[in-house]
């Protein structure tokens, strides 16, 4: 179990790193396998030796090699977050080919949270292929989050997409204009993966951490009732919550209630 780990954390760093190339190229509608990552000061292309996760931004000081300006720290953190978040799922749900999935799919959500926070849009390129993806493995591999010892099933899996669709399209129509199409299509792919008890708990723990953080920036940054703040990384975070959490979190809700 040990080397299944740590072979799980080292590939959740190289994936980390792809994953900086599809956050930097999405929204521009670049290619992410073409051309070789390259520094944005100088342009110089990153040696293969400069590209190792974390280890490289460490040995280089946040620094370029050629032109010494400094690199985002963002790099090694999302190279980081998704190694841990591959461990997470692992340690959680166990080895079967379910995992692959899930490990895309919470890749997928450190995607889309920092494109969201740095261009306000949820690329419809990791969207729209997920809801069928997340229909056909929910039909065939994937367990249920909130019952883990049941499959999620087809049925599940096809009424949280049209659940999160449907639910997050009438809050946009009320909201006239408070949130965007593209929140819609996302809780319609965390429906098809999470089924439709994740879309309810990933509505409620979306918008409690998105208030929470909206009162804080009105706190401390002087933001405005009015102030745009993008809803994708907190319904991202609260999908992990799902994920991870949500048997535990019904069975407290449940004994709560007995």
């Not at 040696?47 to 400094?70: E, H, M, Q, T």
């Not at 949130?179 to 008890?197: C, E």
């Not at 940054?221 to 959490?245: D, E, H, M, Q």
Request: charged share 10%; net charge positive.
């Amino acid at each position: 179990m040990s080397l299944e780990l740590l072979f799980v954390a080292l590939v959740g760093l190289a994936i980390g790193s792809f994953l900086n190339v599809c956050i930097h190229r999405m929204p521009r509608g670049e290619s992410i396998v073409h051309p070789p990552s390259k520094c944005p000061g100088c342009g110089a292309s990153i040696r293969a030796w400069d590209n190792v996760p974390v280890l490289s931004y460490l040995i280089l000081g946040g620094k370029c090699r050629s032109c010494k300006s400094p690199i985002s720290m963002r790099y090694p953190l999302v190279e980081a977050l998704n190694a841990v978040l591959w461990v997470l799922v692992y340690l959680r749900f166990g080895t079967g080919w379910h995992l692959p999935v899930l490990l895309a799919f919470v890749s997928s959500l450190v995607v889309i949270t920092f494109v969201d926070l740095d261009f306000q849009i949820i690329p419809d390129r990791i969207v729209l292929p997920w809801i069928v993806i997340g229909l056909v493995a929910g039909a065939t591999v994937l367990p249920d989050p909130f019952l883990r010892a049941e499959p999620l099933g087809w049925a599940n899996s096809l009424i949280g997409a049209g659940a999160g669709f449907v639910l997050f399209l009438v809050i946009v129509i009320a909201s006239r204009g408070g949130m965007g199409m593209g929140d819609v299509k996302m809780m319609g792919m965390v429906g098809a993966v999470l089924g439709w008890k994740g879309v309810l708990l990933t509505t409620f723990a979306g918008s409690v951490t998105g208030a929470l953080a909206g009162g804080l920036l009105i706190l401390f940054r002087g933001g405005g009732r009015k102030t745009k703040v993008p809803f994708g990384p907190f319904l991202a975070l609260a999908s992990l919550i799902s994920l991870l959490l949500g048997q535990e979190l019904l069975r407290w809700y449940m004994h709560g209630r007995l």
